[in-house]
């Protein structure tokens, strides 16, 4: 496609280096819907592989010609067994090339898909099947049908497709067909092709419902299109590159940037914790698409890794870290990318160049003693990795800055598609969640008054856009809540601008925490900086209508191990027994607790913008990590403050009596 075909010319508002950009890539601005974009992809990238699971049994590998039969097979499938065009299907599965069949498979037969992952509670996937009107069914497996089955004949589910293989019950009342049967249908009947509008319904995803009922987050084509043609302005793919996928498929943020990377002739190979670290390095991506805590989890495992290293050398590798670390701060002070010096004078700027200049060839060394050894663990040939999903810690951005890794911090939630903000490798200025895609907007606003700041001032973040969300479905009241009459959009997140426009977040308005003296403390920040101690692997602030803020730990046991073998001490925990040879502490000693004191307020006292209200006063450990299983943590790994406030109102309480 030439040049002057190019559709782009609707993005009036572009920057020219935006609009070289995306002259680079595959454009289809003219296409009205997702379905449409799988037999073109098929014609320009044949037989490169597009989806990769290789810890399926047996492994799958799938090609841009065979995604486009399948997809159609699926789709002539569902319209052969009755499936018509707005039918809602709930979709509950979990990562996998048949998720990514199934999900364009029912968009093609004309259906609407509810997503939700197999893992989810039973009552909340039952609610999202009646809220949706669902009339089918595709789930994950037989367990998850097993999950749900004694209340499915009280629904109007009159199809169950399962994505495995497995043999469908006999003597059901619904008919249950598996994957191989539906495609084996699909074969046999002709697809009869649906021309989607941009405006129509393409998908649901409920919220997570933090706060009561989920709520149902309606997109239309032109939501999600909007992310496919915008993308472009941020990371420029090649046919065959590597895209190692680990979040959950159906959750927007990962679901719309696969979309794009896929359109542009990319291989997907899927992982997950366990194999993850062991991928990174045999699969060697180009992109990745994760959140804070998977970055946080690999600077862990890396500080892990200097922690084992002799003293001398220890002392070596953090001498070149700290000289890393005011070469790339003086670096963007001279490049007018720091968000710490953002008004720098003209001489400012040239005394910081000749500052990063002497400072160069010690940051060289590090290079090549240390940080291109890192590198090799992520299989060093990452282009850029896209961060969302939460807050990303200064530390961790900065860690990856200097090891030469481009982490680009983006920001959005499920009900802008999502991504309405993310920094630019010309301008990833740390701190931030960079400008806004095309056709975007963000104003600041009082959040009592609602009159709008100024550049700078910091307030509620409202954002309008052609990927703000139709509504919450069979839900205007909340729609009306989140959406005023001029299509500004809610956040909930509190922030400011730049002069520049750059998204800076401070917090979340319903996180925030109000001491008994009127105060409000936004915890992300302050949570991030005491992240830095080695010795904290996770933490949470609370003390809502209290004197103090005090927070909940849970320790980073090895390294404090570590710690107290360096001070002729043994650790002992609950279920483990001691050597009497040894003097032991345990986590209530006087010298575990003046360690962490020290931590706490170190770190917060170094965060910028520091104020005695942020001090932390007291704290309690707790020795169970936050997670998914336990239900402490989101699918994408942030954490349910509410759920760990239930779960530990009675230590929270201690804390403050």
Not at 88 to 113: C, E, H, K, Y
Not at 122 to 137: P, V
Not at 321 to 331: F, M, N, Q, T
Not at 371 to 394: D, F, H, M
Request: hydrophobic share 40%.
């Amino acid at each position: 496609m030439s040049k002057n075909q190019l559709g782009y010319s609707f993005l009036s508002n572009i920057t020219q280096r935006e609009r070289q950009a995306l002259e680079r890539l595959v454009d289809y601005t003219n296409v009205e819907s997702l379905p449409e974009i799988w037999p073109l992809a098929a014609k320009r990238f044949g037989d490169t592989v597009v989806l990769h699971n290789p810890h399926a049994k047996p492994e799958v590998t799938i090609t841009y010609i065979q995604l486009a039969e399948q997809i159609q097979k699926f789709a002539a499938g569902l319209q052969a067994l009755g499936v018509k065009v707005g039918d809602r299907i709930s979709l509950i599965a979990d990562n996998s090339p048949r998720w990514f069949i199934a999900d364009q498979g029912i968009m093609t037969a004309g259906g609407v898909d509810a997503v939700r992952s197999s893992q989810a509670e039973r009552e909340e996937l039952l609610f999202i099947i009646a809220n949706s009107g669902s009339t089918a069914l595709v789930l994950e497996d037989l367990k998850t049908l097993n999950k749900l089955q004694d209340r499915l004949n009280d629904l109007p589910i009159q199809l169950v497709v399962l994505l495995s293989d497995e043999a469908p019950p006999a003597e059901q009342t619904i008919k249950v067909l598996n994957f191989s049967q539906l495609i084996e249908i699909g074969a046999n009947h002709d697809f009869v092709p649906v021309r989607q509008k941009r405006d129509a319904l393409a998908t649901l995803i409920y919220t997570s419902g933090t706060t009561g009922k989920p709520k149902g987050v309606m997109l239309s084509y032109n939501n999600l299109m909007h992310q496919v043609t915008t993308f472009g302005t941020v990371v420029q793919p090649q046919k065959g590159d590597i895209v190692l996928s680990i979040l959950p498929s159906w959750h927007s943020y990962e679901r719309t940037v696969e979309y794009y990377l896929l359109s542009q002739g990319c291989t997907q190979v899927y992982t997950n914790l366990r194999s993850f670290k062991g991928d990174l390095k045999e699969f060697k991506p180009h992109y990745m698409v994760a959140v804070p805590r998977l970055w946080e989890s690999i600077y862990e495992g890396v500080q892990k890794q200097f922690r084992e290293q002799p003293a001398n050398k220890q002392r070596l590798i953090n001498f070149l870290l700290g000289i890393s670390e005011k070469y790339i701060k003086a670096r963007r002070i001279a490049q007018g990318l720091s968000l710490d010096n953002l008004h720098t004078s003209s001489v400012e700027r040239l005394a910081a160049k000749i500052l990063a200049s002497a400072l160069f060839p010690l940051h060289a060394l590090g290079e090549r003693l240390v940080y291109a050894k890192v590198r090799e663990a992520t299989g060093a040939r990452i282009k850029q990795v896209i961060s969302g999903g939460g807050a990303l810690p200064r530390h961790i951005d900065n860690f990856f800055e200097i090891i030469g890794v481009q982490i680009l911090q983006g920001y959005g939630l499920t009900e802008t598609s999502p991504v309405t903000h993310v920094r630019r490798p010309w301008r990833n200025m740390i701190g931030t969640s960079g400008q806004p895609l095309p056709v975007t907007e963000a104003k600041i606003i009082d959040p009592e008054t609602k009159a709008p700041l100024p550049v700078g001032k910091r307030g509620l973040v409202l954002l309008r856009g052609p990927q703000i969300m139709q509504g919450y479905y069979q839900n205007p009241e909340a729609t009306a809540k989140a959406i005023d009459a001029e299509g500004w959009f809610d956040s909930g997140d509190l922030g400011l601008l730049t002069p520049q426009n750059d998204l800076v977040l401070t917090g979340r308005a319903k996180d925030t925490i109000v001491l008994s003296n009127g105060e409000n403390i936004e915890p992300q920040p302050i949570e991030d900086a005491c992240l830095r101690s080695p010795y904290i692997d996770q933490i949470m602030l609370v003390g809502q209508d209290q004197r103090s803020i005090g927070a909940l730990i849970v320790p980073n046991l090895e390294a404090l191990e570590k710690w107290a073998q360096s001070q002729n001490l043994q650790l002992r925990l609950p279920e483990t027994s001691s050597s009497e040879s040894t003097t032991t502490v345990d986590l209530e000693s006087k010298i575990i607790q003046d360690l962490f004191r020290r931590e706490l307020n170190q770190e917060v006292q170094n965060r910028p913008g520091y104020r005695p209200d942020d001090r932390i006063g007291p704290f309690r450990f707790i020795l169970e990590p936050f997670s998914i299983e336990n239900g402490m943590m989101t699918q994408t790994l942030k954490t349910r403050r509410h759920i760990v406030t239930e779960r530990y109102r009675d230590i929270i309480d201690g804390m403050f009596a």
